[in-house]
């Protein structure tokens, strides 16, 4: 447990740039003044989940592995770190949702749990929502770069290239598409929502570590 504990301390240590970066964008992004809907800044938040499993995997990894730390704590540490940062992100947009946005009383200001739909269900549960997608979006991050060494991780690119090409012009298979970040994203159903998102987050945890155990140095 201490070695895990070690690993989530490094891994947060390390992502220092992505806490900076993100708060000076928080802090700086601002809307036109001229705009009727403005941005709220707590959206700029989720940019630390998407730079967070760059450093970890592409940083912490060989880093960790070279320093003797066994394969299973680096995992385990890494899902408690994206957890520990999935929690952080979602209370600081909820508050700057309920704290900051409100403030702004000559524009309508646009979050994306609104956008989302989780405020629907209250703020407790919005919280959770916000958090456990943003647990799957690091998780899904973490897995495909860990591929990319592979010829299964090129393939899994050209995949995701092509249905994004692919089902994007052509409207049945638009409408699948959009029905899937509908269930992943713009869910307001929040048990349906928790439960996609726990499911999801879980199997793509089992296929990161089967690539982890096929991973060398």
């Known amino acids: 447990m ?47 989940a998407a730079m967070a499993p760059f450093f970890i995997v592409c940083y912490d990894c060989k880093k960790l592995m070279y320093l003797g730390t066994d394969k299973k704590d680096y995992y385990i540490g890494s899902l408690v770190t994206y957890g520990i940062l999935a ?18 009383h000559s ?20 919280f959770l929502q916000q958090a456990l997608f943003l647990v799957l979006v690091m998780i899904f991050l973490h897995v495909l770069l860990s591929m990319q060494p ?13 249905v994004i090409c692919i089902f994007t012009p052509i409207a049945p298979l638009r409408q699948v598409l959009s029905k899937f970040f509908g269930a992943v994203m713009f869910n307001s159903n929040a048990l349906l929502h928790i439960a996609i998102c726990a499911i999801m987050s879980l199997l793509l945890a089992a296929a ?9 140095l």
């Open 87 to 104: 929690v952080l992100i979602s209370l600081v947009n909820t508050l700057i949702h309920l704290l900051i946005d409100p403030l702004n």
């Open 2 to 48: 201490k070695s895990v504990f070690a690993v989530v301390k490094r891994m947060l240590s390390s992502n220092i740039v992505t806490f900076i970066v993100t708060a000076a964008i928080v802090f700086c992004a601002i809307t036109s003044g001229d705009s009727e809907v403005a941005l709220s800044n707590g959206n700029y938040t989720w940019l630390a």
């Open 208 to 216: 990161g570590l089967a690539v982890l155990k096929r991973k060398t």
């Open 150 to 162: 592979y010829w299964y991780g090129w393939l899994a690119d050209v995949m995701l290239v092509s």
């Open 107 to 126: 524009q309508t200001v646009v979050n994306l749990m609104e956008v989302c739909g989780w405020t629907d269900n209250g703020i407790i549960i919005a």
